[in-house]
Protein backbone atom coordinates (compact mmCIF):
# COMPACT_ATOMS: atom_id res chain seq x y z
CA UNK A 1 0.00 0.00 0.00
CA UNK A 2 1.51 3.69 -0.85
CA UNK A 3 -0.30 6.78 -1.13
CA UNK A 4 1.02 8.34 -4.97
CA UNK A 5 0.83 12.03 -5.22
CA UNK A 6 0.47 12.71 -9.05
CA UNK A 7 -0.80 10.31 -12.66
CA UNK A 8 2.65 10.90 -13.24
CA UNK A 9 3.97 9.27 -9.66
CA UNK A 10 1.77 6.25 -10.37
CA UNK A 11 2.90 5.41 -13.83
CA UNK A 12 6.63 5.69 -12.58
CA UNK A 13 6.10 3.75 -9.57
CA UNK A 14 5.15 1.17 -11.85
CA UNK A 15 7.55 1.49 -14.29
CA UNK A 16 10.25 0.98 -11.47
CA UNK A 17 8.21 -1.84 -9.73
CA UNK A 18 8.43 -3.73 -13.10
CA UNK A 19 12.29 -3.51 -13.79
CA UNK A 20 12.31 -4.59 -10.02
CA UNK A 21 10.48 -7.91 -10.93
CA UNK A 22 12.91 -8.06 -14.53
CA UNK A 23 16.13 -7.63 -12.48
CA UNK A 24 17.22 -4.09 -13.92
CA UNK A 25 16.79 -2.45 -10.54
CA UNK A 26 16.88 -3.57 -7.41
CA UNK A 27 15.90 -2.03 -3.61
CA UNK A 28 13.14 0.22 -4.51
CA UNK A 29 12.01 2.55 -1.67
CA UNK A 30 9.18 5.02 -1.96
CA UNK A 31 8.92 8.51 -0.28
CA UNK A 32 12.84 8.65 0.81
CA UNK A 33 13.00 11.30 3.06
CA UNK A 34 16.34 13.17 3.69
CA UNK A 35 16.90 15.70 6.88
CA UNK A 36 18.58 19.19 5.27
CA UNK A 37 18.30 20.71 8.58
CA UNK A 38 17.88 19.90 12.69
CA UNK A 39 16.49 23.41 13.46
CA UNK A 40 14.47 24.31 12.34
CA UNK A 41 13.40 20.83 11.28
CA UNK A 42 13.65 21.05 6.89
CA UNK A 43 13.37 18.46 5.14
CA UNK A 44 12.77 16.50 1.67
CA UNK A 45 11.18 14.01 0.48
CA UNK A 46 12.22 12.03 -2.85
CA UNK A 47 9.29 9.86 -4.48
CA UNK A 48 12.18 6.62 -5.56
CA UNK A 49 15.41 5.90 -4.76
CA UNK A 50 16.71 2.63 -6.17
CA UNK A 51 19.78 0.31 -7.07
CA UNK A 52 20.39 0.39 -10.66
CA UNK A 53 21.66 -3.37 -11.47
CA UNK A 54 23.71 -2.63 -14.35
CA UNK A 55 26.08 0.31 -12.82
CA UNK A 56 26.00 -0.12 -9.33
CA UNK A 57 24.58 3.21 -8.79
CA UNK A 58 21.78 4.68 -6.49
CA UNK A 59 19.34 6.41 -8.23
CA UNK A 60 16.89 8.71 -7.07
CA UNK A 61 13.73 10.30 -8.76
CA UNK A 62 10.89 12.77 -8.02
CA UNK A 63 8.19 13.07 -10.73
CA UNK A 64 6.77 16.32 -10.72
CA UNK A 65 4.19 18.99 -12.73
CA UNK A 66 5.72 22.05 -11.48
CA UNK A 67 9.05 22.81 -10.30
CA UNK A 68 8.68 25.29 -7.76
CA UNK A 69 11.39 27.62 -6.34
CA UNK A 70 11.00 26.05 -2.73
CA UNK A 71 11.73 22.62 -4.73
CA UNK A 72 14.36 24.07 -6.24
CA UNK A 73 15.92 25.51 -3.35
CA UNK A 74 15.73 22.00 -1.56
CA UNK A 75 17.09 20.06 -4.09
CA UNK A 76 20.37 22.47 -4.67
CA UNK A 77 20.59 21.61 -0.20
CA UNK A 78 20.43 18.55 -0.85
CA UNK A 79 22.96 18.10 -3.43
CA UNK A 80 25.24 20.43 -1.15
CA UNK A 81 24.77 18.44 1.79
CA UNK A 82 24.28 14.59 0.73
CA UNK A 83 25.81 14.89 -2.72
CA UNK A 84 22.98 13.39 -4.34
CA UNK A 85 21.54 14.48 -7.62
CA UNK A 86 17.86 14.09 -8.01
CA UNK A 87 16.22 12.98 -11.47
CA UNK A 88 13.69 14.96 -11.99
CA UNK A 89 10.94 13.22 -14.05
CA UNK A 90 8.32 15.82 -15.64
CA UNK A 91 4.46 15.23 -15.92
CA UNK A 92 3.46 16.11 -19.53
CA UNK A 93 0.96 18.60 -20.32
CA UNK A 94 -2.54 17.55 -21.51
CA UNK A 95 -3.76 19.43 -24.53
Excluded at 66 to 82: F, I, N, P, Q, S
Amino acid sequence: QRWIASKAEAERGEDLHLLQLAGEISGLEYQVKFLLSENPKITITIDFGYWEQKTGNRIYEDAKGVLTRDTRTKLAWLKEKYGLDVKLIRQKAIG
